[in-house]
């Protein structure tokens, strides 16, 4: 006999489902048993008849029971996998998810300095003018009239001359990384900045891709050590985690290494709009004749790390290889995403950002270090690499090491990260990241983190 309690939270339909598919998968139903009959099972439950017969009819089309001309419904004989006696352990990303008081090692964006307005309001001219084109499929390359703005922005900005077909969208570099990765093939040795982005090695490695890491000299890339390498990248405009940035002699260098057959530069141009004295520096794109670099760069840093938007740049005789061996991929950021962002660039929205968070950011960096300069940690701190880009070099006069100056600022609600930890050989030198940083915190900051330097035992 079936009996079964009911509730409101569901249609009795569904419930009466559940309830004998969940008898089957836990064999309390035994395979070629006869069911009752619609009506009898209907007076037995005190449902009705057609709620017996639409739940009969659900389970009858997943398979879970067959039927018999003019004799019923039977229970299906099913290849059941065996239970597990103890619960099988969730899969949890190892990722750290504290929230610090003092964060010195955070690249996001102060949500008081997004431009929120605008964004709404470009975003309602979208959906009230685009409606057809955000509709249509997209291609590989992302929407035309984003390419556009890109295009004319690096024209104005950044002296970059392109068409709009020689630039691809993504949803993050590591996205535009892999494409160019299939793009060149696996024969390839790469040649990493050392210390660098630690994401792109796990990217690379993730991929099988050979790679040697490439150490610094004070004017970046050491030109010596990449002999073996075919393809390199850099960030000339503002290395991370050093700060360097690379002289005009040492690119016209790298032009020329990069001019050899079957050699590219990768261009990670990080930090660019961010340059604090002076204009930027002339891309390598910009100045590279012989079309063997590629450009790259993001909004995440000029508007928000979680605006998963970026944008590579091909030279033309890559960019005809590309099309014709990746035009199968879709671009995947969203139409509208990139519609908002065109009209946010077109409409002059993104420079008057940029020069506003220039301005911010100066401030801030000026006042990290006049406090700095009146703190009781002057003693003991240098500063390093400050005219570009959102971080700065603190080398700390100290005995303990990093690991262990570390560990007691995230007891003091502190997060700091070292140059050692991208694979730097020296110590005591610390990344200050001051983007997401409130000024009214700051001189209490600098107070625990001396503290935390003079604490010796």
């Not at 016209?252 to 520096?281: C, T, V």
Request: aromatic share 12%; glycine share 4%; hydrophobic share 35%.
């Amino acid at each position: 006999m079936l009996t079964y309690t009911f509730n409101n939270q569901d249609t009795l339909t569904n419930q009466l489902y559940h309830f004998i598919k969940e008898d089957i998968l836990n064999s309390l139903l035994k395979p070629h048993t006869q069911l009752p009959s619609k009506r009898s099972l209907a007076k037995q439950l005190n449902i009705s008849t057609i709620t017996v017969e639409n739940a009969y009819m659900q389970l009858l089309s997943e398979g879970f029971i067959y039927s018999k001309n003019r004799i019923g419904y039977f229970i299906s004989e099913l290849d059941l996998p065996d239970k597990h006696n103890h619960p099988i352990p969730l899969f949890h990303l190892d990722k750290n998810d504290n929230t610090y008081l003092y964060d010195l090692s955070s690249n996001r964006t102060n949500s008081d300095n997004f431009p929120f307005s605008s964004w709404a309001k470009i975003t309602r001219k979208v959906l009230n003018n685009y409606k057809d084109q955000l509709m249509i499929p997209g291609n590989i390359q992302g929407s035309q009239i984003l390419r556009e703005a890109i295009r004319d922005h690096l024209r104005d900005y950044r002296d970059i001359h392109v068409s709009s077909d020689q630039i691809i969208i993504g949803s993050g570099t590591e996205y535009l990384y892999s494409l160019l990765i299939q793009l060149f093939g696996y024969d390839h040795i790469y040649g990493l900045e050392a210390p660098g982005y630690t994401k792109i090695q796990s990217l690379y490695e993730s991929h099988h891709i050979h790679y040697e890491q490439i150490s610094l000299d004070k004017n970046g890339l050491d030109l010596k050590q990449i002999h073996r390498t075919t393809i390199l990248h850099v960030t000339p405009s503002h290395h991370f985690p050093t700060g360097i940035t690379m002289p005009i002699k040492r690119r016209y260098e790298l032009i020329k290494w990069a001019g050899q057959k079957n050699h590219y530069i990768i261009e990670d141009d990080y930090d660019s709009e961010f340059r604090m004295n002076g204009k930027p520096l002339a891309s390598l794109f910009s100045l590279d004749n012989n079309e063997k670099t590629i450009y790259m760069n993001t909004f995440t840093k000029s508007l928000t790390s979680t605006i998963r938007i970026s944008y590579m740049i091909l030279p033309p005789s890559l960019a005809s290889s590309f099309f014709h061996k990746l035009s199968f991929y879709t671009c995947p950021v969203s139409h509208f995403d990139q519609y908002t962002l065109a009209l946010f660039i077109k409409e002059g929205y993104f420079e008057k950002h940029i020069n506003r968070m220039r301005n911010i950011y100066r401030h801030k960096r000026d006042f990290l270090f006049k406090c700095i300069a009146q703190s009781p940690l002057s003693k003991i701190a240098h500063i390093k690499e400050e005219n570009a880009g959102l971080h700065f070099l603190l080398e700390l006069d100290i005995e303990i090491d990093d690991h262990t100056l570390i560990k007691r600022a995230h007891h003091f609600n502190i997060n700091i990260q070292s140059l050692s930890h991208y694979g730097a050989k020296t110590q005591h030198v610390f990344i200050i990241n001051y983007s997401s940083l409130k000024e009214e915190i700051i001189p209490s900051c600098l107070e625990k983190l001396y503290q935390i330097c003079m604490n010796n035992s």
